[in-house]
Protein backbone atom coordinates (compact mmCIF):
# COMPACT_ATOMS: atom_id res chain seq x y z
CA UNK A 1 0.00 0.00 0.00
CA UNK A 2 2.83 2.63 0.66
CA UNK A 3 4.56 1.62 -2.25
CA UNK A 4 1.60 2.60 -4.55
CA UNK A 5 2.23 6.20 -3.20
CA UNK A 6 5.50 6.34 -4.62
CA UNK A 7 4.85 5.73 -7.95
CA UNK A 8 2.92 8.93 -8.11
CA UNK A 9 4.08 11.30 -10.41
CA UNK A 10 2.99 14.45 -7.81
CA UNK A 11 6.03 16.38 -6.76
CA UNK A 12 8.33 14.83 -4.27
CA UNK A 13 6.77 17.25 -1.30
CA UNK A 14 3.53 16.14 -1.62
CA UNK A 15 3.99 12.18 -2.25
CA UNK A 16 6.49 12.33 1.17
CA UNK A 17 3.46 14.46 2.98
CA UNK A 18 1.04 12.02 2.03
CA UNK A 19 3.23 9.41 3.18
CA UNK A 20 3.34 11.11 6.55
CA UNK A 21 -0.14 11.47 6.82
CA UNK A 22 -0.74 7.60 6.06
CA UNK A 23 1.78 7.03 8.68
CA UNK A 24 -0.23 9.94 10.97
CA UNK A 25 3.06 11.98 11.48
CA UNK A 26 1.67 15.02 10.22
CA UNK A 27 1.47 17.89 12.83
CA UNK A 28 -2.25 17.97 13.57
CA UNK A 29 -3.57 19.35 16.35
CA UNK A 30 -4.12 16.54 18.09
CA UNK A 31 -0.56 15.07 17.29
CA UNK A 32 1.07 18.22 18.50
CA UNK A 33 -0.58 17.77 21.82
CA UNK A 34 0.41 13.99 22.28
CA UNK A 35 4.11 15.29 21.71
CA UNK A 36 3.67 17.89 24.45
CA UNK A 37 4.33 20.69 21.67
CA UNK A 38 0.95 22.33 22.26
CA UNK A 39 0.20 24.87 24.99
CA UNK A 40 -2.01 22.69 27.16
CA UNK A 41 -4.91 26.00 27.25
CA UNK A 42 -4.76 25.24 23.22
CA UNK A 43 -7.22 23.88 21.67
CA UNK A 44 -7.13 20.32 19.92
CA UNK A 45 -10.58 20.71 18.28
CA UNK A 46 -10.27 20.98 13.98
CA UNK A 47 -9.62 24.50 12.64
CA UNK A 48 -11.65 24.08 9.99
CA UNK A 49 -15.03 22.80 11.54
CA UNK A 50 -14.02 23.23 15.33
CA UNK A 51 -16.62 19.86 16.14
CA UNK A 52 -14.20 17.16 16.71
CA UNK A 53 -10.80 16.80 17.81
CA UNK A 54 -8.12 17.46 14.73
CA UNK A 55 -6.61 14.20 14.16
CA UNK A 56 -5.52 12.93 10.16
CA UNK A 57 -8.62 11.15 9.48
CA UNK A 58 -10.69 13.36 11.02
CA UNK A 59 -9.00 16.60 9.06
CA UNK A 60 -8.67 15.19 5.65
CA UNK A 61 -11.60 12.90 5.47
CA UNK A 62 -14.35 13.23 8.32
CA UNK A 63 -14.32 16.93 8.86
CA UNK A 64 -17.31 18.93 7.70
CA UNK A 65 -15.52 21.08 5.33
CA UNK A 66 -13.05 18.29 3.57
CA UNK A 67 -16.61 15.99 3.05
CA UNK A 68 -17.69 18.77 0.49
CA UNK A 69 -14.14 19.27 -0.85
CA UNK A 70 -14.23 15.75 -1.81
CA UNK A 71 -17.44 15.66 -3.00
CA UNK A 72 -16.97 18.81 -5.02
CA UNK A 73 -13.70 16.99 -6.53
CA UNK A 74 -15.45 13.31 -6.65
CA UNK A 75 -18.53 15.40 -8.43
CA UNK A 76 -16.12 16.91 -11.14
CA UNK A 77 -14.80 13.51 -12.18
CA UNK A 78 -17.68 11.93 -11.95
CA UNK A 79 -17.15 9.32 -9.29
CA UNK A 80 -19.17 7.85 -6.73
CA UNK A 81 -18.06 6.28 -3.52
CA UNK A 82 -18.68 6.53 0.42
CA UNK A 83 -15.73 8.30 2.43
CA UNK A 84 -14.26 5.85 3.84
CA UNK A 85 -13.20 5.32 7.51
CA UNK A 86 -9.43 6.15 7.05
CA UNK A 87 -6.83 6.99 4.91
CA UNK A 88 -5.59 3.86 3.35
CA UNK A 89 -8.99 2.91 2.08
CA UNK A 90 -9.43 5.75 0.42
CA UNK A 91 -6.30 5.52 -1.54
CA UNK A 92 -7.35 1.88 -2.49
CA UNK A 93 -10.71 3.41 -3.56
CA UNK A 94 -9.25 6.54 -5.08
CA UNK A 95 -6.31 4.19 -7.52
CA UNK A 96 -9.45 1.59 -8.35
CA UNK A 97 -11.57 4.35 -10.18
CA UNK A 98 -8.56 4.85 -12.72
CA UNK A 99 -9.73 2.36 -16.06
CA UNK A 100 -5.67 2.48 -16.90
CA UNK A 101 -2.19 3.49 -15.82
CA UNK A 102 -2.55 6.60 -17.52
CA UNK A 103 -5.77 7.53 -15.74
CA UNK A 104 -4.88 5.96 -13.04
CA UNK A 105 -1.22 8.44 -12.22
CA UNK A 106 -3.59 11.16 -12.87
CA UNK A 107 -5.77 10.80 -10.27
CA UNK A 108 -3.26 10.19 -7.74
CA UNK A 109 -1.93 13.34 -8.66
CA UNK A 110 -5.40 14.83 -8.37
CA UNK A 111 -5.71 13.15 -4.95
CA UNK A 112 -2.05 14.34 -3.88
CA UNK A 113 -3.20 18.01 -4.77
CA UNK A 114 -6.47 17.37 -2.74
CA UNK A 115 -4.86 16.49 0.11
CA UNK A 116 -2.11 19.25 -0.22
CA UNK A 117 -4.78 21.95 -0.92
CA UNK A 118 -6.51 20.89 2.38
CA UNK A 119 -3.58 21.01 4.21
CA UNK A 120 -2.73 24.39 2.99
CA UNK A 121 -6.23 25.91 3.76
CA UNK A 122 -5.87 24.75 7.11
CA UNK A 123 -2.69 26.17 7.89
CA UNK A 124 -3.89 29.62 6.02
CA UNK A 125 -6.45 29.58 9.01
CA UNK A 126 -4.00 28.84 11.65
CA UNK A 127 -1.26 31.09 10.60
CA UNK A 128 -2.65 33.97 8.24
CA UNK A 129 -5.45 34.03 9.80
CA UNK A 130 -7.19 33.93 6.38
CA UNK A 131 -10.44 31.69 5.91
CA UNK A 132 -10.34 29.55 2.68
CA UNK A 133 -14.05 28.53 1.65
CA UNK A 134 -14.80 25.52 -0.17
CA UNK A 135 -15.83 27.17 -3.34
CA UNK A 136 -12.47 28.26 -3.61
CA UNK A 137 -10.98 25.18 -3.08
CA UNK A 138 -11.99 23.40 -6.05
CA UNK A 139 -10.40 25.79 -8.49
CA UNK A 140 -7.07 25.58 -6.60
CA UNK A 141 -7.05 21.88 -6.94
CA UNK A 142 -8.09 22.13 -10.92
CA UNK A 143 -5.03 24.47 -11.58
CA UNK A 144 -2.16 22.45 -9.14
CA UNK A 145 -3.25 19.65 -10.71
CA UNK A 146 -3.81 20.62 -14.58
CA UNK A 147 -0.30 22.19 -13.61
CA UNK A 148 1.65 19.26 -11.98
CA UNK A 149 -0.22 16.66 -15.08
CA UNK A 150 1.38 19.10 -17.66
CA UNK A 151 5.40 19.30 -16.19
CA UNK A 152 5.20 15.08 -14.62
CA UNK A 153 3.23 13.07 -17.24
CA UNK A 154 3.79 12.22 -20.79
CA UNK A 155 0.46 13.59 -21.99
CA UNK A 156 0.09 16.18 -25.26
CA UNK A 157 -0.69 19.47 -24.42
CA UNK A 158 -4.01 19.81 -22.17
CA UNK A 159 -5.74 23.72 -21.96
CA UNK A 160 -7.00 24.04 -18.34
CA UNK A 161 -10.54 24.63 -19.41
CA UNK A 162 -10.26 21.17 -21.13
CA UNK A 163 -8.76 19.71 -17.53
CA UNK A 164 -11.22 21.88 -15.90
CA UNK A 165 -13.79 20.02 -18.18
CA UNK A 166 -12.82 16.38 -18.13
CA UNK A 167 -9.42 15.52 -17.08
CA UNK A 168 -9.72 12.14 -17.99
CA UNK A 169 -9.86 12.45 -21.64
CA UNK A 170 -7.05 14.77 -21.31
CA UNK A 171 -4.93 12.05 -19.71
CA UNK A 172 -6.18 9.49 -22.33
CA UNK A 173 -4.36 11.45 -25.41
Same mark, same amino acid.
Given at each position: M??????????? !??????? +??F????? =?R? $? @????????T????????????????N???????FT? !??????? +??????F? =??? $? @??V????????G????IQ???W?????????I????N????????????E?????????????????SM??????????????????
Amino acid at each position: MLKTIWKSKAPL !KAIAFSW +KLFLDRVP =TRN $N @LAMRSCLPTEESTLCVLCGRMEESSNHLFLHCVFTE !KVWESVM +KWLDFSFI =TPP $N @LFVHWTCWSNEGRNKRIQKGLWMIWHSTIWAIWKARNHIIFRNEVKYIDELLPEIKVMSWRWSLSRLSMQTCLYYEWSWNPQECLMR
